[in-house]
């Protein structure tokens, strides 16, 4: 089995703290320099792992259950996830919606802290702003593919609360052009931009040069199909990818102007914190 949260194992990550805290500096020069507006900065965790991804699975949603869990299970590898963020879903020539995620507090055992955390991402104005962006890159995204007219937001941004974090959270809307097949949608769409940046070009360029490995499948995307042209899917983020004897485990967050980079490392950690436990590391010991 694989090893518990009660002996930590070490972990090796792909942008230690000092290399991430760097990358967090450069990216706000980009933003000074008026390279882009924000960009999501991504690490990710290496540990040995000889257990079952079944097994995996199931600890990961009784630790952190979430609306897009899934396993999947292919002959040179298997993914456990458990995201909590909506991608994309909708019905060709119909609706059609996507749900970004920006702005995260770790949640705290404390109710009133909780609380306190709650609130304190509620009211930030630098979480709010990150989320702006991204719904004005989605907006953009839909448009291309909608009805004129058709796109709107439901809501801007709504606190979320999971068992280990809160986040805020919006959904845009659209209807779906009577022409648009599910290529055409991908193009316009895919990657999502909760995990990109804006521009979204731009931002992926800057990424590819500050992150040292790829990202595989983190921050993809799962997709279900349906024969009367429904779909659905997640962004793969609270993700695990088991193979070779390995586990990896992404995590990151969207670097904006006024980011401080210790702040942006320390929420890159507590996003990977549920999955890190069951998998049995500490996110901050990774090097």
């Not at 805020?168 to 999502?192: C, K, M, N, Y």
């Not at 790829?214 to 921050?219: G, Q």
């Amino acid at each position: 089995p694989a090893p518990a949260a009660s002996a930590p194992v070490r972990a090796a990550t792909s942008l230690p703290r000092e290399r991430y805290l760097r990358s967090v500096d450069r990216i706000r020069n980009h933003i000074l320099e008026g390279d882009v507006y924000q960009a999501n900065l991504t690490q990710q965790f290496t540990v040995p792992f000889a257990g079952d991804a079944l097994d995996l699975y199931c600890r990961l949603t009784r630790k952190t259950p979430s609306p897009r869990s899934a396993l999947v299970g292919c002959s040179r590898f298997s993914m456990a996830s458990v995201s909590p963020e909506l991608f994309l879903e909708g019905a060709l020539d119909g609706p059609i919606r996507s749900c970004p995620i920006k702005g995260s507090r770790r949640r705290q055992d404390d109710p009133a802290a909780d609380r306190a955390a709650a609130e304190e991402l509620r009211g930030s104005e630098k979480d709010h702003a990150e989320l702006l962006m991204i719904v004005d890159l989605v907006r953009n995204d839909l448009g291309r593919i909608s009805v004129p007219g058709s796109i709107h937001v439901p809501e801007l941004a709504g606190l979320v609360s999971y068992p280990a974090i809160h986040h805020l959270v919006a959904t845009v809307a659209g209807r779906l052009e009577r022409s648009v097949d599910l290529p055409e949608i991908l193009a316009a769409t895919f990657p999502g931009g909760s995990i990109t940046g804006a521009p979204k070009e731009r931002a992926m360029e800057i990424l590819r040069e500050l992150e040292p490995v790829e990202r595989s499948f983190y921050t993809g995307s799962l997709f279900w199909f349906g024969d009367d042209g429904s779909f659905d899917s997640s962004i793969l983020i609270r993700s695990v990818v088991v193979a070779d004897g390995l586990a990896r485990l992404g995590a990151g967050g969207g670097i904006v102007a006024d980011s401080d980079a210790e702040a942006e490392w320390k929420e890159s950690n507590d996003k990977a914190r549920a999955p890190a436990e069951v998998l049995g590391f500490i996110p901050e010991e990774a090097e």
